[in-house]
């Protein structure tokens, strides 16, 4: 699915961000899917053109015509917002985009 350029998603680790959502930086707090949700549903509709009512939590990155490279690039703008990164290996088992939210807590709270 060829990607095309959106709006300008929220950075999650701007501190000069009033609505900074970003805890990856204090300690002893995580990042809740609450607030990684709408970042995830704003990159599927606006960078790669899901319909919104496709994108949901056990949506199938699959089902919504996302290969395996367009994840990859999906991983590489939430890190850009989020500060999280994801290596190859830890998408290896994401299908859904419940998996990726799973995969980007769990590292946080790691």
Same mark, same amino acid.
């Given at each position: #699915?060829?990607?095309?350029?959106?709006?300008?998603?929220? @950075?999650?680790? @701007? /501190? @000069?961000? /009033?609505?900074?959502? &970003?805890?990856?930086?204090e300690?002893?707090? *995580? #990042?809740?899917?609450?607030?990684?949700? /709408?970042t995830?549903?704003?990159?599927?509709?606006?960078?790669f053109?899901?319909?919104?009512?496709?994108?949901a939590? %056990?949506?199938?990155?699959?089902? #919504?015509?996302? %290969?395996?490279? *367009? !994840? !990859?690039?999906?991983?590489?703008?939430?890190?850009?917002?989020?500060?999280?990164?994801?290596?190859?290996?830890?998408?290896? &088992? !994401?299908?859904?985009?419940? &998996?990726?939210?799973?995969?980007?807590?769990?590292? !946080?709270?790691?």
């Amino acid at each position: #699915m060829a990607c095309t350029q959106g709006p300008e998603l929220p @950075d999650l680790h @701007d /501190p @000069d961000n /009033p609505g900074n959502h &970003d805890n990856t930086h204090e300690e002893g707090t *995580d #990042m809740t899917q609450q607030e990684l949700y /709408p970042t995830f549903e704003t990159a599927l509709v606006e960078t790669f053109g899901v319909p919104a009512e496709e994108v949901a939590p %056990d949506a199938e990155f699959e089902a #919504m015509g996302l %290969d395996s490279l *367009d !994840v !990859v690039e999906l991983t590489l703008i939430l890190e850009e917002k989020t500060g999280v990164k994801l290596e190859d290996e830890e998408l290896e &088992d !994401v299908r859904t985009v419940q &998996d990726a939210m799973d995969k980007v807590v769990e590292k !946080v709270s790691a």
